[in-house]
C-alpha cells in the first residue's frame, strides 16, 4: 500500500509538469494533490476514505523516512 502512495505521488506529479497536463471540469490545471487521489481511488483504495491532505501528508513521510541518510531505516 505504501509504495502504491509513492507510486501515486511520482505520477501525479510527473502529470502536473506535461505540456498539457490534465484540466478540472472549469479548465484549470489539475493540482498533484486532487490527481493522486483521483490515481489512489483508480487503485481501488477509495473505501478506506482517506482525504487528499492526508495522503499528500503520508506519502511526504514516505518520502521523507526513505531518504538517504535517514536514520529511521
Known amino acids: 500500500m505504501n509504495e502504491d502512495l509513492l507510486s501515486c505521488k511520482r505520477e501525479a506529479v510527473a502529470m502536473t509538469q506535461m505540456e498539457q497536463p490534465p484540466l478540472d471540469e472549469n479548465s484549470k490545471k489539475k493540482g498533484y494533490i486532487k490527481l493522486m487521489k483521483e490515481l489512489w481511488d483508480a487503485k ?30
Not at 491532505?53 to 523516512?65: F, H, M, T, V
Open 44 to 73: 481501488g483504495y477509495n473505501d478506506f476514505g482517506f482525504s487528499s491532505p492526508n495522503l499528500r501528508d503520508q506519502a511526504a513521510r514516505l518520502d521523507k523516512s526513505l531518504e538517504p541518510g535517514d536514520s529511521r531505516n
